[in-house]
């Protein structure tokens, strides 16, 4: 029997050829290919500037200690999403405010949303789920109406004057909503290049800013590079320069570079990345063709507004119960074929039933849940393993 396992990465002799031709470089670590990539990540998205780290939990954390967010501050996440979204919030001191989902949808409930800001809100981070892009501009209306009740904490929170948008991009790279693309929709975009996603580096991730913000890029820059280099004032790279050894430690800080070897693979995938979304674009549809006929509810991935990156095959198994579906886990992986689920809403974890997080505030996240089956979806799946996969899940249900 074939297995289909459940999101394999795509490298081809192009990522190994980059690879190789950084590990016979002589350079590494963060160096030319790190800083290459960051500037294709910038020009991609269409950006000024993008910083390349070693994960998007990094990412948004640094995020988060750039803007000056830390304890007695709040920060406003969705109930349905992965632990990376939180945790980045509790590392900094901030206090975490959990919204529910919009009932039947993976964004969260912007009406609900608007009533958990407070004056100690300090930033708002939307999860564009399967790589869907959230309803930013209503994001972005909430906090202008509400930027009466802004107190900025930090120079670049009152160079903000609002309440700051950080996407969770983490699923979301090359999504397009509107004609902007995933990148340059928020004030800050944080993407996760870890090896199931449509794009990656092995583990690695990035952040992008908005161009409109009028904030100064290279400053901000170097504020990312002291967080993410110990608080050296220099580089590496910098340093190989004849005579340009010395250097400073300004703080005490963190260690979360990306390496060359990392942003060579990357490098590679996003030569190739458009060429990858079009085979995730051509599997949604042959899924959702395949599926017409079932009691199974896809996600909105391609729409009149724009497109999502077909980053999960999220569907919802109308009428089922928790133990229906997982049922259909089972019996789908007796067949060989590996399905998930995402996600387990954040209060249904221990670490934050501990910090006071109830799994009953939260009915519409916890039904979402329950009913959620992502089935495979990804640049080498086959369309005939795609219509084994909805054969399998048809005579199952």
């Known amino acids: 029997m074939e297995k289909i396992p459940f999101s394999p990465p795509d490298i081809t002799q192009a990522e190994i050829d980059e690879v190789v031709d950084t590990l016979r470089s002589g350079w590494i670590t963060t160096g030319p290919k790190s800083k290459q990539f960051e500037r294709e990540i910038a020009a991609y998205c269409g950006t000024d500037t993008a910083v390349c780290l070693n994960s998007a939990t990094a990412s948004l954390e640094l995020t988060l200690r750039v803007l000056g967010i830390g304890p007695g501050d709040e920060v406003i996440v969705p109930a349905y999403t992965y632990t990376a979204t939180a945790s980045p919030v509790c590392h900094v001191g901030a206090t975490l405010v959990m919204v529910d989902s919009q009932p039947d949808c993976y964004e969260m409930d912007y009406a609900q949303l608007e009533k958990a800001i407070t004056p100690r809100t300090k930033a708002i981070i939307p999860v564009d789920v399967g790589g ?34 950080i996407a969770d991009g983490a699923h979301s790279f090359g999504a397009v909503r509107g004609g902007i693309r995933s990148g340059a929709w928020a004030d800050f975009t944080t993407f996760s290049f870890h090896a199931v996603k449509n794009l990656t580096t092995a583990e690695g991730g990035a952040v992008t800013w908005r161009r409109d913000l009028g904030l100064d890029d290279a400053a901000l820059y170097r504020r990312y590079m002291l967080l993410s280099l110990h608080g050296q004032d220099k580089d590496a790279l910098a340093k190989t320069k004849a005579g340009a050894w010395e250097y400073d430690i300004v703080a005490p800080l963190y260690k979360c570079n990306m390496t060359d070897i990392m942003a060579a693979i990357g490098l590679a995938q996003l030569h190739r ?52 579906r997982n049922a259909v886990i089972d ?67």
Request: net charge negative; charged share 25%.
């Open 273 to 324: 990345y458009e060429e990858l979304l079009a085979k995730r674009y051509a599997l949604v549809e042959q899924y959702h063709e395949l599926l017409a006929s079932t009691a199974i509810r896809p996600a909105r991935h391609l729409t009149e507004d724009g497109r999502s990156s077909c980053h999960l095959y999220l569907t919802e198994l109308e009428g089922k119960t928790l133990s229906q």
């Open 331 to 397: 019996a789908l992986a007796q067949q060989g074929i590996a399905s998930n689920v995402h996600y387990k809403p954040l209060p249904l974890l221990t670490a934050y039933r501990d910090l006071g997080f109830r799994m009953e505030d939260y009915p519409n996240a916890y039904g979402l849940y329950e009913r959620e089956l992502t089935l495979p979806l990804y640049s080498t799946l086959t369309q005939a393993q795609a219509e084994r996969i909805c054969g399998a899940l048809r005579e199952i249900l």
């Open 132 to 165: 869907i892009l959230c309803d930013y501009t209503r994001i972005f209306s909430i906090v202008e109406d509400r930027r009466g009740d802004f107190s900025p904490a930090s120079p670049l929170q009152a160079q903000l004057g609002r309440i700051a948008v």
